[in-house]
């Protein structure tokens, strides 16, 4: 089964993590099926980067979400810009 998690990166005591598709059997950070964003936790302002587009289409594959990437998901959704009308 595909499972979409956290890839850890990045130094000792300076964690970058990647958001990626992987084989729930590989190890944490094994070889990904597909990068689909960052999250880096330690700036003053968290950054996430994700393809919310992508994490959709491997989800109606039948890839399951960890705790941590659907709660990232849904902070990076909440925080995306309303696109003005006009």
């Given at each position: 089964m595909v499972k979409i998690r956290l890839a850890r990166k990045g130094a000792k005591k300076r964690p970058f993590y990647r958001i990626v598709a992987i084989d729930e059997r590989r190890q944490?950070?094994?070889r990904a099926l597909?990068?689909?964003?960052t999250?880096?936790?330690?700036p003053d302002a968290e950054v996430i980067q994700v393809k919310a587009d992508r994490i959709d289409a491997w989800v109606q594959q039948g890839a399951q979400l960890?705790?941590?990437v659907?709660?990232?998901l849904r902070r990076a959704r909440r925080n995306q810009p309303v696109p003005a009308e006009g």
């Open positions: 944490t950070n094994g597909e990068f689909l964003g999250y880096d936790p330690k960890s705790p941590a659907r709660s990232l």
